[in-house]
């Protein structure tokens, strides 16, 4: 299998009942900033604040009833931790996560909100694997990996659907790049409604691995990334890269400066809270790295998942 | 003439072309820490960030065109300062500013970025009016006061149209008040629209003269207030008065404390940027004042102008 436009109109049928159709923002300031048309796609206004409730959500809707009943489970301390307790709790079933025993209070307390069974382990990749296959053997939790998975991909696909079907005269979209799973249902989603279309990648120069990896023609590992969009620090999966590959324009890569400065102005002036990540496609049009002067581009704002106690700007 | 639902009705289809529809958003983490179920009527989500473009367009675009071309003229170093600037912008006549020379200089800049001509003054009440008459003599500009005035009211009542269009079943309808044009305007059409509705007022306790002036029945300055919802200094006017008597069950005051942690729940969860002033009418809820249990209840965002290097919050 691979994942196809049709299997990303099948999981929008069937996640509607349970996430937010999130609105298509604009803003003229943004506008004149950028010499563009910008569509803000408000992914941080999605269940969970992120985007990542569209891919988990699929993945646990996708599940028959006696698959469903072992629950599932993943490692992540991230938003897709806090994405799948919330799609395992709506369906009734149980999500086993697994976070390294040194994640921030705030992400065990999310995750636990949402009534994730917390396995904690050390904080090195060896140790979160070997808990969650122990997990996965011991209860039959089906593994929903957080995006080298095609239920997932499909899943994440759906916000290219909605933006597209809002805003159809798009001349391109950029989404960022993490690990791939936002990107590349992007990138199927929309070349599959518009061929045409322009499919950009956004990701930190302090983590530029998906750019090297397409420019390389192999997944380059993502190396101790020092960057503050903590939600795009991972590398390219097995199933990801090929669709980036067959799909994508460029990747982009943007300053830290950049991003801060993207982000402080999305804030400031069209008054919704994105996270770093989310800032890093705005950043694109605002380095101005590449030129879409004057056209039509749709933005996939990832999240809005940030510490207001530590925010990348001078405080009071 | 007072100002009716008619009036308002008439104010919406005036500014129709140039306001924005800002969005109703819901949010069920705010639902369940409440215990009631909140519609946010999204004004900081309005062109210049705030609800006060309604009044200043419908002053402006309420002129024939032979007072519009000597342009309009108000007093104000806030939001309503910027609002009428962008207004008289769109409708190309001047619109002559009247500002404290230590007023902010973001503010400065926000005035003079929307075209507005800026008469600086002494800090003082009798400086700030006695140049706006002389501008006002000088020029032949229309006057707009920011709220003690009948097409302002008018105007700010249209959010409340939308909302209530948007949401015909609220039990209660929460707006802050600073001079009262909001709250004004809010009353009339939500009374108008359903007679049964209750209306209440927000403000700080530490600037609770509006709830002191419907309790003794005359207008008590507001005198040196001090809180962070620097939106809602001002002391009700001749025609705020009479409206808020007529049409508001109760101003309801709420602490600093309460204002900051509603505020900064509203970022975190709804993801979206409001002001002090704003936070005000949720803390009303936030801090269960008044026994709301389980109603409807609508919420003015009145704005979402703050300085991202000011928060009422720890920083890094």
Redesign the interface.
Known sequence: MTVTLAHIQRAAERIKPYAHRT?V?TNESLNERVGARVYLKCE??QKV?AFKFRGACNAVYSLSDDEAKHGVCTHSSGNHAQALALAAKMRGIPAHIVMPNNAPQVKKDAVAGYGGRITFCEPTLEARENTLERIRLNTGANVVHPYNDERVIAGQGTASLELLADSPDLDAIIAPVGGGGLLSGTSIAAKGLKPGIRVLGAEPEMADDAQRSLKEGRIVPSVNPKTIADGLLTSLGSLTFPILQQNVEQIVAVSEQGIVDAM?FI??RA????EPSSAVAVAVLWEKKIDLSGLKVGVILSG?NVD?????????
Do not use: A, Y
């Not at 207001?308 to 009071?316: R, V």
């Open positions: 609105p923002m941080n206004l604040g402080k804030w400031e008054k919704i809270v994105i809005g207001l106690g530590k925010l990348p700007w001078g405080g009071k």
